[in-house]
T-cell receptor
Framework: NAGVTQTPKFQVLKTGQSMTLQCAQD?????MSWYRQDPGMGLRLIHY???????DQGEVPNGYNVSRSTTEDFPLRLLSAAPSQTSVYFC?????????????FGPGTRLTVT | AQSVAQPEDQVNVAEGNPLTVKCTYS??????LFWYVQYPNRGLQFLLK??????LVKGSYGFEAEFNKSQTSFHLKKPSALVSDSALYFC????????????FGIGTKLQVIP
């Protein structure tokens, strides 16, 4: 199993540009989520999905969109990039949305918005 | 709302000495508690979790954690630190029942000094 994969690893955007961060998992996990990691802030939940076709907002959803058309893929779209979105983004998955399952994390995407 | 506090930004310990990384939490209902480790430029990796039962849980790489319900704490411990344990450690909490969002602490940097 490849686990959770993310592309790209690094990205530089100009303010106002849009882009999609890709996330895929091959473990047939129902639950997938996106976090951003900022110094002194820990990990903050952006959006999550409890199954194909079902998504919901986390703590910091503004400026981001998600969709979940398949179990495997959970892309994160930045609609109009802002410098405040400079961060490291992690995708994670776990077996079920309920229960005590641990999460599996991708390697991250480091995004810089100038 | 649930929350996690990791009161120490950094913990320094000499190689071979015991280490403790502190975590306290707040959650409604029965907690599910997790520890994750992040090595530089990597995603988070699961170390251990508490669901119910024995207050001392054992995890990967010789780590263990002690759950204390009265103090709402879940401190991470290891009897003898290794230089390779140097990393960023995150405590996380969710709860039983319903769809569970996971809340992370801000992380504690562990530095093991040779």
């Amino acid at each position: 199993n490849a686990g959770v994969t993310q592309t790209p690893k690094f990205q530089v955007l100009k303010t106002g540009q849009s882009m999609t961060l890709q996330c895929a998992q091959d473990m047939n996990h129902e639950y997938m989520s996106w976090y951003r990691q900022d110094p002194g802030m820990g990990l903050r939940l952006i959006h999550y999905s409890v199954g194909a076709g079902i998504t919901d907002q986390g703590e910091v959803p503004n400026g981001y969109n998600v969709s979940r058309s398949t179990t495997e893929d959970f892309p994160l779209r930045l609609l109009s990039a802002a410098p405040s979105q400079t961060s490291v983004y992690f995708c994670a998955s776990r077996t079920r949305p309920t229960g005590s399952y641990e999460q599996y994390f991708g390697p991250g995407t480091r995004l810089t918005v100038t | 709302a649930q929350s996690v506090a990791q009161p120490e930004d950094q913990v320094n310990v000499a190689e071979g000495n015991p280490l403790t990384v502190k975590c306290t939490y707040s959650v409604s209902g029965n907690p599910y508690l997790f520890w994750y480790v992040q090595y530089p430029n990597r995603g988070l990796q699961f170390l251990l979790k508490y669901i119910t039962g024995d207050n001392l849980v054992k995890g990967s790489y010789g780590f263990e954690a002690e759950f204390n319900k009265s103090q709402t704490s879940f401190h991470l411990k290891k009897p003898s630190a290794l230089v390779s344990d140097s990393a960023l450690y995150f405590c996380a909490v969710s709860h039983s029942g319903g769809y569970q969002k996971v809340t992370f602490g801000i992380g504690t940097k562990l530095q093991v000094i040779p």
